[in-house]
C-alpha cells in the first residue's frame, strides 16, 4: 500500500524557515511528479510547488522567491526549504506524488503536516 507521511512542521515567527520532507513508503513504480500543496481553513487547497522526474519545478507565485522544492529520487522523497515566512503561509501542507501509466495519471497524498507563522 502506498503511503506519504510528511515531517518538519511546526510554529515559526513570522520572517523564519521551515524544512519540510515527505517520504514513501509502498512504493513500486516510477514517480513521475512530486510536490506540496497547502489547504487554509474555509480556502480551496492551492499548489505550492511541484518537481518533476527531470528536475523541472513550478511554484505559486507567492512562493517562487521564498521556497525551494528539491527531490531524492532514489529514496522517493521531497522537500520543501521554506523561507522568509509569513502568517499567511499559515496552512496544513500536504506531499503530494503520482505518476502515469497508458496515458492515465494515479495521484498519491499524505496526511499533511500543520504549519504555523505568527508571533
Known amino acids: 500500500q502506498v503511503q506519504l507521511a510528511e515531517s518538519g512542521g511546526g510554529l515559526v515567527q513570522p520572517g523564519g524557515s521551515l524544512r519540510l520532507s515527505c517520504t514513501t513508503s509502498?512504493?513500486?513504480?516510477?514517480?513521475?511528479?512530486m510536490g506540496w500543496y497547502r489547504q487554509a481553513p474555509g480556502k480551496q487547497r492551492e499548489l505550492v510547488a511541484m518537481i518533476g522526474n527531470t528536475g523541472l519545478t513550478n511554484y505559486a507565485d507567492s512562493a517562487k522567491d521564498r521556497f525551494v522544492i528539491s527531490r531524492d529520487f532514489d529514496k522517493n522523497a521531497v522537500y520543501l526549504q521554506m523561507n522568509s515566512l509569513k502568517p499567511e503561509d499559515t496552512a496544513i501542507y500536504y506531499c503530494?506524488?503520482?505518476?502515469?501509466?497508458?496515458?492515465?495519471?494515479?495521484?498519491?497524498w499524505g496526511q499533511g503536516t500543520q504549519v504555523t507563522v505568527s508571533s
Open positions: 509502498g512504493v513500486t513504480f516510477l514517480i513521475a511528479s
Open positions: 503530494y506524488a503520482d505518476r502515469m501509466r497508458l496515458g492515465n495519471r494515479s495521484a498519491y
